[in-house]
């Protein structure tokens, strides 16, 4: 972000009303307005959007293609009445806002029902125009029956389409958020789905071995994945059918072809105006959502952002971070210093069952920004206490800085109680919070929510004991190069179920007796099944003079990281 402008577009007192223009009335531009009415009752606030909606959901749309949201009408939050009557706020629905005059501070508008354009002068610019669906320019994308989900015509048009080609089979090309939230709502519409996605893994934000659960879940629930293959192009089959061919050349049938492979800012209008674009591709603000334009703020997907664990820009394009950047700059308009803190990546997904969420970097964000002080741990706890029924395992790893403890991200996989220990962990980090305070948190607990030492609690008393070295930490990546004694602390049927080639059976049940078995001279590794009894067996080797270490996670993390293909 640049520096902060001094300079305050708030008019002198007497002056004429200010006039305050929003270009896109969604998320970040709906924010805004409303905000700001609240704050000014003077100024003339007014929304353009090239969409014939404002303000709808845009969250709530592939649960309209999937029928849980059944009522078109439900993902209208307001009206363009609603803004009228209710806060003064004058819209333009299908008003295309198409250049920006700087000098002159007037903006083109062009009405699209009509084709004729105007003129509209303003005192403070406000651009929220959100970001695009990518659509590559490869051979069949432009077919009818690809569609990309953006607006509640797109929604229309992919119902329209199921039912009057009573569609049985749909390809999904990329397996980030939006194309999994449509793997969900077209397999509740019971169409056969098929997941086309250019990386080896699904979910790109996450760690490739976290990701392994949602892949292991939609498997088994008979959606087919094609991971580390692109799409290559589309073919027209016959009738309505499709083809889609990937980059390996494998060909998957479909009904309709839904593409999810991400998004670019809406750019071209501030570009075409000369305001700054960052090397990441969005618009350039300060802390105040300011442009470098004193009179222009932008806010939402079309921004760059700090992220505030690596101090990078970045992109992300989330409903919440747009929304408070909205209520930033509106705050900002109405004359208070109010800052945006940046972003720290909390997002969450479900998945036929599954959530999978996360907050701060991941071990690869931390790497590709050059931080290498950190350490990771990870565990599988149940989501509330085992004796009562139905605990389900939560997927959880915690990555925090060296020496410190500084929790730098977590992620989480489950069927139940995931969300809520990443949100957890991501009001720690917003308050700097280090893994000792994980150990500390003071959280809900009965039986049927949680457990006395919660999941959160665990993260961080597992870190504590790696940082202070009660618990030394072998490196997975190392496995394969490692000259250590790898011992497997898990009950003999458990070891004979699979292990880690090359290790050892010593169950921890019989260690206090045959631990002079072991050598004293070399590093010995230890796992088990979810690392518990192989913090058990460190402690005590550990106290009778052997050289602990121990693989996190057990062998269920073993499982994720072979599968996902980071260790030998
Ligand atoms: C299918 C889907 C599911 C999502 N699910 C989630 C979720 O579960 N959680 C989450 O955090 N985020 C989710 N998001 C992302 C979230 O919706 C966005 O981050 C958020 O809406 C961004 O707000 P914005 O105001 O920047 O842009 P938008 O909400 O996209 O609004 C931009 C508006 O500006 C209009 N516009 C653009 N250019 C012009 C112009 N020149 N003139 C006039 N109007 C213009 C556009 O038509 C659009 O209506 C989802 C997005 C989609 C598409």
């Known amino acids: ?50 969409g014939p909606y404002v303000s709808f959901a845009n969250c709530g749309l592939p649960y309209h293609v999937g029928n849980v949201i059944a009522d078109e009408e439900k ?18 629905t299908e008003s295309e806002v198409t250049v920006i005059d700087r000098a002159t501070r007037l903006i083109t508008v062009r009405d699209l029902r009509t084709g004729a354009e105007r003129q509209e002068p303003y005192d403070v610019l406000v651009l929220a125009p959100g970001a695009a669906p990518i659509r590559p320019p490869l051979p069949g994308i432009e077919l009818p029956g690809v569609f990309a989900v953006r607006s509640i015509p797109d929604t229309r048009r992919i119902r329209a389409w199921i039912e009057t080609h009573q569609a049985k089979t749909a390809v999904v090309v990329g397996g980030g958020f939006i194309g999994l939230e449509m793997v969900e709502n077209l397999v509740h519409r019971e169409l056969s789905v098929t997941v086309v996605e250019k990386l080896p893994q699904l979910m790109p934000p996450l ?31 016959g009738g309505a059918r499709l083809r889609v061919i990937s980059e390996s050349g494998t060909q998957s049938p479909a009904d309709l072809v839904i593409l999810a492979i991400g998004v670019r800012p809406e750019t071209a209008l501030a570009q075409n105006a000369g ?85 701060g970097a991941s071990e690869k964000g931390l790497r590709r920004a050059g931080m290498t002080a950190f350490q990771k741990v990870y565990l599988h706890p149940g989501h509330h206490a085992g004796y009562y029924p139905g605990a389900r395992p939560i997927h959880l790893k915690l990555l925090f800085s060296v020496p410190e403890g500084r929790i730098l991200g977590a992620q989480g996989a489950g069927t139940e109680g995931v969300e809520k220990r990443i949100d957890v962990i991501a009001t720690a980090i917003q308050f700097g919070g280090t893994v000792h305070d994980l150990a500390e948190a003071e959280l809900c607990y009965a039986p049927q929510f949680g457990a006395a030492k919660d999941p959160v609690n665990l993260a961080g008393m597992i870190a504590q004991n790696a940082l202070s070295g009660d618990m030394p930490l072998a490196e997975w990546e190392q496995l394969g190069r490692t000259d250590a004694l790898l011992l497997d602390v898990r009950e003999p049927d458990e070891f004979a179920a699979g292990h880690i080639p090359s290790a050892i059976n010593l169950p921890l049940s019989q260690l206090r007796q045959r631990y002079t078995e072991l050598p004293r001279q070399r590093e010995i590794w230890i796992s088990c099944g979810v690392g518990q009894r192989a913090y058990y067996a460190t402690r005590f080797l550990a106290q009778h003079g052997y050289q602990p270490r121990n693989l996190s996670g057990g062998y269920t993390t073993y499982r994720a990281l072979k599968l996902a293909d980071l260790v030998p």
Do not use: K
Request: hydrophobic share 40%; with cysteine.
């Open 75 to 92: 993902l209208l939050v307001a009206s363009p009445e609603t803004f009228r009557q209710r806060f003064n706020v004058g819209v333009h």
């Open 1 to 50: 972000m640049s520096d902060t402008h001094q300079q305050s577009s708030h008019p002198p007192q007497g002056s004429p009303r200010r006039r305050v223009l929003i270009v896109g009335g969604v998320a970040g531009g709906a924010s805004c307005a409303t905000r700001l009415r609240r704050l000014d009752e003077a100024a003339e606030i007014v929304l353009f959007d090239r």
């Open 207 to 237: 760690d490739p071995e976290m990701a392994v659960p949602v892949t292991e879940h939609l498997q088994a629930r008979g959606v087919e994945l094609r991971l580390g293959d692109g799409l290559a192009r589309i073919e027209a089959a």
């Open 275 to 359: 305001l700054q674009i960052g090397a990441r591709g969005g618009i350039v603000v300060d802390e105040q959502m300011r442009t470098a334009d004193p009179h222009i703020w932008a806010v939402g997907d079309a921004v760059e952002v700090r992220d505030v664990l690596t101090g990078q820009e970045t992109m992300l394009p989330l409903a919440g971070p747009a929304n408070r950047q909205g209520r930033i700059a509106a705050e900002c308009i109405a004359g208070r210093p109010t800052r945006f803190r940046g972003v720290q990546a909390t997002a969450v997904v479900g998945v036929l069952g599954m959530t999978i969420a996360s907050t």
